[in-house]
Nanobody, 120 residues
Framework: QGQLVESGGGLVQPGGSLRLSCTGS????????MTWYRQAPGKERLLVAY????????DYAEVVKGRFSISRDNAEKTVYLQMNSLKPEDTAMYYC?????????????WGQGTQVTVSS
């Protein structure tokens, strides 16, 4: 069974930066669209950013456009979320999601999440 493991979360001051990573294993990574979601306590889950399997297509939530950047390295089976100019409202658990875009395989995978806290 495939697996996704996130890392890179932590405590950062407002205006700071963090880079999240999500590494997949035991599935054909490049066949999957990768998405970062976040969820804060008491709030609905938000789609933060996604990237197509080839990396040629990306999109972002309005609240993070211009501050966050998603990228992927299919050789390393890893997707990244570079987060700059962080705000307290970015505080949330961030989850990595893989959805099958082409070919055969399991339809989706989820990671366990990594906590991001933006506070002074």
């Amino acid at each position: 069974q495939g697996q996704l493991v996130e890392s890179g979360g932590g405590l950062v001051q407002p205006g700071g930066s963090l880079r999240l990573s999500c590494t997949g294993s035991r599935f054909f990574f490049s066949n999957y669209r990768m998405t970062w979601y976040r969820q804060a306590p008491g709030k609905e889950r938000l789609l933060v950013a996604y990237i197509s399997g080839t990396g040629t297509s990306t999109d972002y939530a309005e609240v993070v456009k211009g501050r966050f950047s998603i990228s992927r390295d299919n050789a390393e089976k890893t997707v990244y979320l570079q987060m700059n100019s962080l705000k307290p409202e970015d505080t949330a658990m961030y989850y990595c999601n893989a959805v099958l875009e082409r070919g055969l395989g399991v339809s989706a995978y989820w990671g366990q999440g990594t906590q991001v806290t933006v506070s002074s």
